[in-house]
Structure formats: structure tokens, C-alpha cells
């Protein structure tokens, strides 16, 4: 069974390892964890103002993470969303249920708009955050707040309804 929880720092070597294998590994992007100083210290990074940190685990392996950088304004960067390649695909929904999770998030925090830089080599990324409601945006039209990583060359958008929670039948019968 897969769970998506918020981070702990006992699964960071996992974390690193993972996003890293993914990067440099699978896909050749010439990054190291050197320029990601966010992945040594997540907690003061993301989960700060309305930012999170979620990691996809079975049993205590991660096997996915999705994180919410809070930019100000309303506004947030959806950013370190991977997933191991054996786990990936509709059939299996890991990387869905990591974007509900901070879509859900955002959502009933008040976020207004999400964006996610990317680069050309995740073709598959581009589909998944198309089918899940991205717009393509160009670089001119990211908040002047958008961290923008050396490798990102493609940009996306989500506006972000606001959720509500309906009153509970007893709280509208001591309106009456």
C-alpha cells in the first residue's frame, strides 16, 4: 500500500537519493545536490507560510515527493514532484494522488495560482500536468517571486479554486 505523508526528516537519505537518480541517472540533467540546498534543510525551506513537503511511501521506501513553495501573494511553486520510474502511470497513481494532496492543500489554504517550471526532457511530466489542469505559460508570465531553476525551460499555471467546508446539519439547526 502506497501512503502519501507530509516530510519527516528520517526518509531526507531516501529523498535525495531518489530525486537524484531521477535527475542525473534516468534523464542526464546535469544538477547535483549542491545546486538543491533546499533538499538539506526541507523544513525551513517548504514548510514555512502555506508551503508542504509530501513523500510517496511503501512501507518505508519513497518512492515519490511533491513539494508547495510558498512565493507570497496567494501564489505558490509546485516544485521536487518525481516518482520512481517502477511506480509510475495512470495504473499505478502515485504521482496523482501527490498532486491532489497539494492540490486538496492549496485549496483549503487559500491559495490562488500554482505554478511549476520544468524541464523539455520530462515529456511524460508535460502530459501528466496537462491532463491534471496546467495551462502552458510563458517565463514572462510567472510572478516576479518564481524560483526559476537553471534547467527550468517550460512553465505552467493552475488556478486554484477556493474549497469550503459545508456547515454540519447541527451547526445550521442552532441558527434557526
Not at 537524484?20 to 525551506?45: G, V, Y
Not at 509546485?78 to 497513481?93: E, I, N, P, T
Not at 497539494?102 to 526532457?121: E, N
Request: charged share 25%; with cysteine.
Amino acid at each position: 500500500m502506497v501512503e502519501i505523508v507530509p516530510y519527516e526528516n528520517c526518509y531526507l537519505s531516501g529523498i535525495v537519493d531518489m530525486i537524484l537518480s531521477i535527475q542525473r541517472d534516468e534523464f542526464q540533467i546535469d544538477i547535483t545536490l549542491d545546486d538543491q540546498p533546499d533538499l538539506l534543510d526541507i523544513p525551513a525551506f517548504y514548510q514555512k507560510g502555506s508551503g508542504n513537503f509530501w513523500m510517496a511511501l511503501k512501507g518505508s521506501e519513497v518512492i515519490g515527493t511533491v513539494s508547495l513553495l510558498d512565493i507570497g501573494g496567494g501564489k505558490a511553486a509546485l516544485r521536487k514532484m518525481f516518482v520512481k520510474q517502477s511506480f509510475r502511470g495512470a495504473q499505478r497513481g502515485v504521482a496523482g494522488c501527490l498532486l491532489k494532496t497539494l492540490l486538496t492543500w492549496s485549496a483549503s489554504i487559500g491559495i490562488s495560482d500554482v505554478y511549476l517550471g520544468t524541464t523539455t526532457a520530462f515529456l511524460a511530466a508535460h502530459r501528466f500536468y496537462e491532463k491534471n489542469g496546467f495551462l502552458e505559460i510563458l517565463e514572462t508570465e510567472l510572478p516576479p517571486s518564481f524560483p526559476k531553476m537553471s534547467v527550468d525551460t517550460k512553465f505552467y499555471r493552475q488556478m486554484i479554486k477556493p474549497s469550503y467546508v459545508l456547515p454540519k446539519r447541527a451547526d445550521l439547526e442552532g441558527k434557526k
